[in-house]
């Protein structure tokens, strides 16, 4: 009897479903399904991007993403989107293409 209660309790005390903490709509999908990006562990499919935990404030979540997959539609965070001013200072730290590296360019 004591766990049948323990048990309805713990159902009424759980959240139906979670939201994540930060959803993102990246232009071009990313080449991997699961990263880490600092403390954020993103989850990317059809429907976009989505993270369920971080301690980032949005506008580094943001900016982090970008810079790992490139211009972002939207971003999000516990469901409110980012204003468009602040999407667009993420946008500006958005990943370009690559670029020659130095270290490993040909040598005359």
Sequence with gaps: MLRTAIL???LLAAP???AP????????APSKAKFAL???LWKCG????????GHSRPAVA???????IGALRSFSFKGEAL????LARCNARAKTAPSADVRTAARP
């Design 83 to 86: 204003p468009a001013e602040e």
């Design 46 to 53: 059809d429907a976009g991007c989505a993270a369920a935990q």
């Design 62 to 68: 943001c900016a982090v993403l970008a810079r790992e």
């Design 21 to 28: 903490l930060f959803q993102a709509q990246p232009e071009v």
């Design 16 to 18: 139906a479903s979670a």
């Design 38 to 40: 600092r403390d954020t």
């Design 8 to 10: 309805a309790f713990g």
